[in-house]
Structure formats: structure tokens, C-alpha cells
């Protein structure tokens, strides 16, 4: 991702936004290459690489210069505290009336983890003014190595890791989180720990703020991957997947490359699975009011992770390569194949939201303890926190969701129940010229935004009355 402005980045490996995508197809899939039984499944890893912004320190019910700043970065990228976005998505409704995820469990999955994440989450709720979170981690996969905060890609991991656990308190301040870590980010790993957590059941949404190109992750696990995320959804448990980062494209599967692929991201493109694109939320910089949002491409626009690893700055979409399109989207979209993402949330890195993490203080130069916090954007804020609100809306079904999407689809064929549950995002693109192309926003569903961003206090009983 690009520093907004004059405002740099202060180490080279602090930028760049989460790298995602995927796509094979099989059954009711577009096509699958059968792999050999005799044939070790090829290992490739899965990179992030969130991009921070110092915002400064922070005390409880304090607020920081950078909220107040232009939405066009000249001056810094402008920040949200928890607050403002709960307000902004019309969340805090929900929480004055007690729905806020109690009683349910969400599960983050990410490798390698944070060593100061339990530490790092009560810092941020004192200062964002929530409740303590029931949190706990495990390593059902094998334990990670000694964290190593020069290793670029176990340091990405463990602000990614912050930024989740965080988030997905915000919009569910009341539901247990379980952070799901595994022993590293080859893709059998964190499938092996993902398939833990399906097959004992440990909690009812599973966030997962990560992706590849389709192509990248070798056929046999991808397989597994559908047939364990069917599994999951047939115990009513709710997956939710970033959509990516780079527009529609993806880095190449050689990590040597510099080409980018014209890709959906996987996880994300799974048919069982809510896929959340980006925007960029302009709110009010006080109370957090919503005002306005287009599809996330910052002021520059898409920029491919060949041209600039972290450099990518806009709403991952398209359609996937492996699965056909799903009886849910066949009203509102038209190519064969399965589109994301199905839903959006604010991502801009202006306009992002604040974390606190004592491992960033301590790679920055700071006393671990320095009450800093930093602002990060993505599409990996989204998966997070409409993981929560998952957990919301499970709480006020007193059940399980399962897979959301159909139900998001049917609201979004009701033109009253659509313009009150979501906001349709119909400005900006994902284009990335490398690539020749992408996609444009639209009215209702579209292969950047989906079906757009959520007003949850309207949003929430429809996804009940549409999954009864």
C-alpha cells in the first residue's frame, strides 16, 4: 500500500495490503484438475502484509488529530476509532439493546499469531471504552517458532493478527473470540488448523482475513478446503473471507515473480463462504455518522503486487476460475462462473481504524508500553468485523446462521429490504492496468463492492426472517 501524502511508512516492511485471491472448480464447480493420490500436495504460502500509519497516543475517551483529517490523505490518512464505525454502520443500535454477540463464539484463523495479542486487546478496550473480551488462543496445528520481529513475514502476520482479534471485538463486543493459530502460512497449515476448529466445532463464525490466487493452492487441498467448508456450514457455522487487496488481480503463485494474475481470491471465492470486498467509509470525522462511501481505491487507484508488493491499494474482485455460480447469485449476476465478494466493508487505508499492538511499538523504536496507537486499512478489517456481526445476528436468532449468503441475495431482491439493510456502492472500480482491466461498481451486486456495506440494525432481523 502506498503512504498517503508526506505521511511514509517508517520501515519497508510496514506496508502493503493483504494479498488474496483463488479459484479452481470442481462438482458443482467449473472444473477441477484431479491430482495424483500418489502426489504430495505442492506447498505455497499465503502472504500479508497490512500497511500502518503511526496516529499517536491515546487515552480513554480521548480522540486523535488524524480523525479530523481530509479524506484525500494530503494531510495523513484520516483515522476511526471503534466508536465512529460502530455509529457508521448503525452497530451501536444493536449494542444499547444488548445484541452484541453474547453467548457466541468467533474464531479467527491466522498463522503465526501475535505474542502480545492478550495483552494488546485490553489496551485497546480500555481505550476504545469496551468491555473485556472472553479471549483465548490455540495451536491445534502445532505451535509456531520463536517469534522473530525482523522476519518481514511473521511480523505481517502478527499485525494482521491484531488488527482481527480488535476488530471482531468491536462490532461483538460481547461474544467469545478464539484466535486459531497456525504453525506458519503454508497453506496445508492453516487448512489443518481451520479443519480443527470445523471438526470440533469451536465456534460459530470462522474469520479468515487471508487469500491466494485459485491457482496458487494446489488442487488436492483445495478440495479439501470445499468439502470441509460445506462440513462447516452443514454444522451452521458462518465462514466470512476477505476478498483481497490488489483489485482484480493477484500476485503470481511463483514468489519469485513480479507477474500479477488476473484472479478471485480463495478462500473468499468459495461458494460457502461471505466474501467482503472494500470501501472507502467517509463518516463523520466526530460522531462517526455516515455520510458517503465508494469502492476502496484510495485517491490513486489499483496498482498490481508486481509492479509494487506494497503498493496495492483497492477492493479485490472478479469471478473464480473453479466454482460455477451459485443458485444464490443467479438474479443478480449473469456470468456462469461464482463472483465476489458478496458483501463490502470500509477498508481505506484513509479512513482506516486504529490498533494497538506492543509488538509494532517495539519494531517502531517504542517502549512496548507506549499507549500508540496506528492506523491500518484492507479489506482484512471487513472479515473481522462482519464476522462479529455474524455473531450478533446469531445471538438474535438464538441459532446459528450458516451460510449468509443466500439470505443476503434474497434481501437484495427486495428493493425496500435492500435500501434499508445495506448501502449499494455504485462509484469506483478495481482496475489495474497490468492486468488490463477489472471491474466497475454498479447498482446492487458488483465484482468489487458485492451488495455493499451494512446498516445493521436494519440488516440484522432480515437476515433472521430470511434464514428461518
Avoid at 94 to 103: C, E, K, P, Q, V
Avoid at 207 to 234: I, N, R, W, Y
Wanted: glycine share 10%.
Amino acid at each position: 500500500m502506498r503512504a498517503i501524502g508526506k505521511f511514509r511508512p517508517r520501515r519497508a516492511s510496514i506496508g502493503a495490503a493483504l494479498l488474496a485471491t483463488a479459484g479452481l472448480v470442481f462438482g458443482g464447480l467449473i472444473g477441477a484438475a484431479p491430482a495424483s493420490a500418489t502426489t504430495e500436495p505442492k506447498a505455497h504460502r499465503i502472504t500479508v502484509h497490512p500497511e500502518i500509519f503511526q496516529a499517536g497516543a491515546k487515552a480513554p475517551n480521548a480522540t486523535f488529530t488524524c480523525q479530523s483529517r481530509p479524506m484525500d490523505g494530503s494531510q495523513g490518512p484520516r483515522c476511526y476509532q471503534a466508536a465512529q464505525i460502530q455509529n457508521a454502520y448503525n452497530i451501536t443500535p444493536l449494542l444499547n439493546h444488548g445484541i452484541n454477540g453474547a453467548g457466541r463464539t468467533i474464531v479467527i484463523v491466522d498463522a503465526f499469531g501475535s505474542p502480545t495479542i492478550a495483552s494488546d486487546l485490553q489496551t485497546f478496550d480500555a481505550a476504545m471504552g469496551l468491555p473485556n473480551s472472553s479471549f483465548r488462543q490455540i495451536t491445534p496445528a502445532g505451535s509456531p517458532p520463536p517469534f522473530d520481529a525482523n522476519d518481514p513475514n511473521q511480523f505481517g502476520w502478527s499485525v494482521e493478527t491484531t488488527l482481527d482479534v480488535e476488530w471482531a471485538h468491536v462490532t461483538a463486543p460481547g461474544a467469545n473470540i478464539v484466535l486459531a493459530v497456525a504453525p506458519s502460512n503454508n497453506d496445508a497449515d492453516i487448512l489443518n488448523t481451520t479443519k480443527y476448529v470445523v471438526d470440533h466445532n469451536v465456534g460459530d463464525v470462522i474469520s479468515q482475513s487471508f487469500g491466494e490466487a485459485e491457482a496458487c493452492m494446489d488442487p488436492t487441498l483445495l478440495k479439501e478446503q470445499h468439502a470441509l467448508f460445506a462440513k462447516a456450514v452443514s454444522k451452521g457455522i458462518t465462514l466470512v473471507a476477505s476478498s483481497g487487496d490488489s483489485g482484480a488481480s493477484q500476485p503470481s503463485c511463483d514468489a519469485n515473480s513480479t507477474a500479477a494474475l488476473f484472479a478471485a481470491s480463495t478462500p473468499a471465492s468459495d461458494p460457502n463462504v461471505t466474501a467482503v470486498g472494500g470501501t472507502t467509509l467517509t463518516a463523520d470525522p466526530s460522531t462517526g455518522a455516515y455520510q458517503s462511501e465508494t469502492a476502496w481505491t484510495e485517491p490513486f487507484g489499483c496498482n498490481p503486487p508486481a509492479v509494487a508488493p506494497s503498493d496495492v491499494n483497492c477492493s479485490g474482485g472478479g469471478f473464480s476460475t473453479v466454482y460455477r455460480r451459485p443458485g444464490y447469485q443467479s438474479a443478480l449476476q449473469k456470468n456462469r462462473a461464482r463472483g465476489v465478494p458478496d458483501v463490502a466493508y470500509n477498508a481505506g487505508v484513509s479512513g482506516g481504524v486504529l490498533i494497538f499492538s506492543a509488538t509494532i511499538n517495539v519494531v517502531e523504536g517504542l517502549p512496548a508500553d507506549s499507549a500508540v496507537f496506528f492506523v491500518i486499512g484492507g479489506t482484512s478489517a471487513g472479515s473481522p468485523q462482519w464476522a462479529g456481526l455474524v455473531a450478533d445476528a446469531d445471538q438474535l436468532n438464538r441459532h446459528r446462521m450458516g451460510n449468509i449468503n443466500p439470505a443476503l441475495y434474497s434481501i437484495a431482491q427486495a428493493k425496500k429490504q435492500y435500501a434499508a439493510a445495506l448501502h449499494d456502492i455504485t462509484i469506483g472500480n478495481n482496475d489495474v492496468a497490468e492486468i488490463g482491466g477489472g471491474f466497475n461498481a454498479g447498482t446492487r451486486w458488483d465484482p468489487v463492492t458485492g451488495l455493499g456495506t451494512p446498516n445493521a440494525a436494519a440488516l440484522l432481523p432480515l437476515l433472521v426472517a430470511h434464514t428461518h
